[in-house]
């Protein structure tokens, strides 16, 4: 069983930044492709990032510019850096697995909190 886990949330000022750590068991890290996904209250979760075993990647429209996802295989760690950060990106921030070479998520992380706030 794959097992996740985020780190690295917390209360941050607008305009500041955070980096999001997920990391991801298993020997087969580097086919794994991995999302970083959030969830406000009241709303349905979201995809903020994506980024696949071949280190292409994807952004929503609501954060491209501004946060950027990368991976350390050697580390089983996919990174979410977010900077310029908006009021209105709190959330719970969740990374998901997949390792079936698909980009529906199947290993999911507890969530780590990100509140952007003066």
């Known amino acids: 069983q794959v097992q996740v886990t985020e780190s690295g949330g917390g209360l941050v000022q607008p305009g500041g930044s955070l980096r999001l750590s997920c990391v991801a068991s298993g020997n087969y890290f580097i086919m794994y492709n991995v999302g970083w996904y959030r969830q406000a209250p009241g709303n349905q979760r979201e995809l903020v990032a994506f980024?696949?075993?071949?280190?292409?990647?994807q952004y929503a429209d609501s954060v491209k510019g501004r946060f950027a996802i990368s991976r350390d295989n050697a580390k089983n760690t996919v990174y979410l850096q977010m900077n310029s950060l908006k009021p209105e990106d709190t959330a719970v921030y969740y990374c998901?697995?997949?390792?079936?070479?698909?980009?529906?998520?199947?290993?999911w992380g507890q969530g780590t909190q990100v509140t952007v706030s003066s």
């Open positions: 980024i696949h075993s071949t280190f292409s990647t």
């Open positions: 998901g697995a997949d390792s079936s070479g698909g980009t529906n998520p199947m290993h």
